[in-house]
C-alpha cells in the first residue's frame, strides 16, 4: 500500500487526494457497469463527485458493489500516471473509448495545447489533475448519495446521475465526519423548527419565512439585546423606507453591481427599487444635515429588512431565503479615526459571539476585479483593516479579490458546536460611497471634506442567525431566548389549580411559563415537552401541591429535585440575567 505522508490540513492536498477517490469511483462504475458514461468528477467541500449517464438508475445497493469494487482498486495501489496527447489523437482516443461527454469536452479546448489524462490500471480519464501517486493512498472512502445534475448545468440538456462521496486518510477521520453528518440531521433547523413551532416555509411565499408566536419570542429577545448593546456603544437607530426610487440606486453603484438581485416596481410611472442593502437609505439620512469634524465619529444602527432575488434551487430554510432583517450599522468617521472604530466594532463582534459560545475566525477580502475607486484608496483601507487586525494580535486569512464592490472587508466566520463554519459578521471599509453620494463634514481647517464609512453586520441576518442558533442549541436554546422557559405538567386535573397559580407567578416575575393540565398521563406530557425542548419542566402532584413545591427537571442537566417556587424563581431569573448557556 501507499506510504504517502498526507497533509490533510493543506487544501490542495485535500483536493488531490479526493480528486483521486473520485477516479477511483469512476473505475468501479466502469468496472460493474461498463455501460456507463463518464462526464465530470471533481474534488469539492468536503468530499467529490462525479456524473454518469447510465439507463440503469442507482440504488443503495448498488453503492455496496460500488464500494466493494473501490476497495480493491485501493488495495491494488495502482499507480496514477499522467499522460499526453495532441489534440486530434485525443479526440480519437476518447472516441475509441465510446467516452461523448470527455470528446465534447476536447473539443472545446483551445486546437493548439496538448490534452492531459490520467491512467490507473486499466482505467483512463481525460483529467488536468493533479492526483495521489497512487490508488493506494485513499485509505477510507464512502458513497454518500446519489442526485439528478444536469449536463454542464444547464437544463436544456440531458440529466444525469451524480454519485457524491468522501474520502479521508484514516477511517477514523472518515467515521468522525460521518457522526458529523448525522448530527447536523438532527440539528436541522428546518425540523426543530417545525417541531418547535417557530416558523413556516410555505409555497405561497418561497423565500419568505413566516415567524410564528414562539419564533418571535427568539427574535424579539435579539433584538432587545441587540438595541441595549448597541446604545451602550453610542450608535443611534433609525429606520429607513422599504422601497426607494431607481435613481438612487444607480448613485450607489448597485445598479451596476446588483441589479440582477434586485425587485422592481413602479408608482406614479417612475421606477422603484425594493431595497437589498441597508446602506443607501443611510446615506440619504447622512446627508440631510451638515456635521462637523466634532460630531464624529457618527455611529447609525439599523435593523433593516431587505429582499434580494435568490434561485429556487439556492433557497435553504432560514439559511439561505429572499427577504431578511439585516442588524446593519454605518459608522461616519474622520481618516484618522479609522482604526479605533474597527477595533471597536471588532470587540462588539467578539462580545456577541463569546455570548453564545462561538469560536470563528476572520478572513480579509481585497479587491475584487469588479469594484469602484483608485488603487490608492483600496490600498489605505485594505490597510487601515490590516493595522486594526495587528494591533488586536488577532490572526486572520487573506481572500483575494472578494471584498465588495465599493471597499475591502473582514469576513467573521462562526464555528458551531459540530465544527461547521457559517459567515455571519463583516465589516467593510468604504471610501466610494460617501463620495458618490456628496457627503461632507466641516473640519478643522472650516473646509468640507468627505468622511469614511464603515458598514458592518454583527448577526448578519435575523433569520438566518436564528437557523445557527436553532442548529448549534439543537433547539435547547439558553433560557434568556426559550420560546418556553417553564412547563408546570400536573399529574391529575385535580392539581390544575395550583399549577395555574404558579405559572401565574411566574409570569408576573417575567419568566415564560405554560401549563399543561390536559387529562393525559404524565408520561405523555413529560415526552411532549421534551420533544418540544422546553428549558425546564415543573412536575406537580400532590407532594408537591401539598409543600407549595415543584419537582423541576431541566433540559440540559436532567432532574434537579424539588424546589419552593420562590427558590425556583430566584435560579430562573439568574439564569437569565447572566444569560448562561
Known amino acids: 500500500m501507499s506510504k504517502e505522508k498526507i497533509n490533510f490540513e493543506d487544501e490542495q492536498t485535500r483536493n488531490n487526494f479526493r480528486h483521486t477517490a473520485s477516479h477511483i469511483m469512476a473505475q468501479a462504475v466502469k468496472a460493474v457497469f461498463p455501460d456507463a458514461k463518464l462526464a465530470i468528477g471533481p474534488a469539492i467541500e468536503n468530499g467529490f ?171 424579539n429577545e435579539l433584538e432587545q439585546f441587540w438595541r441595549k448593546e448597541h446604545a451602550k456603544r453610542g450608535y443611534q437607530e433609525i429606520k429607513t423606507p422599504l422601497i426607494l426610487n431607481e435613481a438612487l440606486w444607480h448613485t450607489s453603484g448597485h445598479w451596476d453591481h446588483y441589479k440582477n438581485n434586485m425587485y422592481f416596481t413602479k408608482i406614479d410611472d417612475e421606477n422603484y427599487a425594493v431595497k437589498p442593502m441597508n446602506c443607501p437609505g443611510s446615506m440619504l439620512m447622512y446627508r440631510r444635515r451638515l456635521y462637523s469634524y466634532r460630531d464624529l465619529p457618527l455611529r447609525m444602527c439599523e435593523l433593516g429588512q431587505v429582499h434580494r432575488h435568490e434561485l429556487s434551487g439556492a433557497l435553504h430554510g432560514l439559511m439561505r431565503v429572499r427577504t431578511f432583517t439585516q442588524d446593519d450599522a454605518h459608522i461616519f468617521m474622520l481618516l484618522e479615526q479609522i482604526k479605533d472604530e474597527i477595533i471597536g466594532v471588532i470587540d462588539f463582534v467578539d462580545f456577541t459571539y463569546s455570548l453564545f459560545g462561538f469560536k470563528y475566525h476572520i478572513e480579509l477580502s481585497t479587491r475584487p476585479e469588479k469594484s469602484m475607486g483608485t488603487e490608492e484608496e483600496w490600498e489605505i483601507a485594505t490597510n487601515a483593516l490590516k493595522e486594526a487586525m495587528d494591533q488586536k494580535g488577532l490572526p486572520y486569512i487573506i481572500n483575494e479579490g472578494d471584498g465588495a464592490f465599493y471597499g475591502p472587508k473582514l469576513d467573521f466566520h462562526l464555528e458551531d458546536c459540530i465544527g461547521r463554519t457559517w459567515q455571519c459578521g463583516t465589516i467593510q471599509l468604504d471610501f466610494q460611497m460617501p463620495q458618490r453620494f456628496g457627503l461632507t463634514y466641516v473640519g478643522h481647517d472650516g473646509e468640507k471634506h468627505t468622511p469614511v464609512m464603515i458598514h458592518r453586520v454583527i448577526f448578519g441576518s435575523i433569520e438566518r442567525f436564528i437557523g445557527i442558533l436553532t442548529e448549534h442549541f439543537a433547539g435547547k436554546f439558553p433560557l434568556w431566548l426559550a420560546p418556553v422557559q417553564v412547563k408546570l405538567l400536573t399529574v391529575t386535573e ?76 430566584a435560579k430562573l431569573l439568574k439564569e437569565i440575567e447572566d444569560k448562561e448557556i
Not at 404558579?502 to 408576573?508: A, I, M, N, P
Not at 421534551?530 to 402532584?541: D, T
Open 49 to 219: 463527485y462525479y456524473d454518469f449517464d447510465l439507463e440503469h438508475r442507482f440504488t443503495e445497493e448498488d453503492f455496496l458493489k460500488l464500494q466493494k469494487e473501490m476497495k480493491r482498486i485501493v488495495q491494488a495501489n495502482l499507480p496514477l500516471e499522467r499522460f499526453e496527447l495532441p489534440r486530434q489523437e485525443a479526440l480519437d482516443y476518447m472516441r475509441e473509448r465510446q467516452e461523448p461527454y470527455k470528446v465534447e469536452l476536447i473539443e472545446d479546448l483551445p486546437e493548439d495545447v496538448a490534452i492531459s489524462f490520467y491512467k490507473q490500471g486499466d482505467f483512463v480519464d481525460l483529467c488536468a489533475g493533479p492526483h495521489m501517486d497512487s490508488t493506494g493512498a485513499i485509505k477510507a472512502v464512502k458513497l454518500m448519495s446519489v442526485a439528478g445534475a444536469y449536463w454542464r448545468g444547464d437544463e436544456k440538456n440531458k440529466m444525469l446521475q451524480r454519485i457524491y462521496g468522501t474520502a479521508f486518510p484514516t477511517q477514523e477521520e472518515l467515521d468522525a465526519h460521518i457522526k458529523r453528518i448525522e448530527e447536523a440531521k438532527l440539528r436541522d433547523h428546518r425540523k426543530i423548527g417545525k417541531e418547535m413551532d417557530l416558523f413556516a416555509l410555505l409555497d405561497e411565499g418561497p423565500g419568505f419565512p413566516f415567524f410564528m408566536p414562539k419564533g418571535m419570542v427568539i427574535r
Open 494 to 569: 385535580k392539581f390544575n389549580g395550583y399549577a395555574n397559580e404558579v405559572s401565574e407567578k411566574l409570569v408576573g416575575m417575567g419568566i415564560r411559563s405554560e401549563v399543561d393540565d390536559r387529562n393525559e398521563k404524565i408520561g405523555y406530557k413529560l415526552r411532549e415537552a421534551r420533544n418540544e425542548r422546553v428549558s425546564y419542566l415543573g412536575v406537580i402532584g400532590e407532594r408537591e401541591a401539598a409543600a407549595g413545591t415543584l419537582t423541576v427537571r431541566s433540559s440540559k442537566q436532567g432532574e434537579l429535585g424539588e424546589f419552593t417556587v420562590g427558590d425556583f424563581a
